[in-house]
C-alpha cells in the first residue's frame, strides 16, 4: 500500500503556517505591535489567526507519527481514525465552508485501513 496518509497531513498543516501569516496579516501585525504575550484573549481576529497557525504544526505532527507507521507498514489504532472524524465532522458543522474538507479523505483512509484489522 502506497504511503500518504501521514504525507497528505504533514502537506496540509504545512500549509497553515505560510497561509495564516498571509491571510492573518493584521492580526499578526496587530499581535506583534501588541508585545504578543497575552494579546490574544477577547480579540476574534487574531484568536482565529493564532488558531489557525497553531494548528498547522500539530497536524504536521499527527501526520508525521502517521507516515512513521506507514512506512513501518504498521497500522494505526483505530481510535485515531474514529477521532479524527469526529473532530472534522464537528469542524465541519461550525464551519463548513472551511478546510476541514481536506482532513476528510485521510480520516476515511484511516477507517478503511482500521476496518481491516
Not at 56 to 64: D, F, K, Q, S
Not at 81 to 87: K, N
Request: glycine share 12%; net charge positive.
Amino acid at each position: 500500500m502506497k504511503r500518504w496518509i501521514g504525507r497528505w497531513l504533514m502537506v496540509v498543516g504545512a500549509l497553515h503556517v505560510p497561509f495564516s501569516l498571509v491571510f492573518h496579516r493584521a492580526a499578526w501585525l496587530d499581535i506583534a505591535d501588541a508585545g504578543f504575550f497575552g494579546t490574544v484573549a477577547g480579540q476574534v481576529l487574531r484568536g482565529h489567526a493564532a488558531w489557525f497557525l497553531l494548528f498547522g504544526p500539530v497536524l504536521v505532527l499527527v501526520g508525521a507519527a502517521l507516515d512513521t507507521l506507514e512506512k513501518a507498514r504498521l497500522r494505526p489504532p483505530p481510535f485515531l481514525g474514529v477521532g479524527m472524524l469526529l473532530l472534522t465532522a464537528f469542524g465541519l458543522v461550525l464551519m463548513p465552508r472551511s478546510g476541514f474538507w481536506l482532513i476528510l479523505p485521510p480520516t476515511f483512509a484511516l477507517l478503511a485501513g482500521a476496518a481491516k484489522t
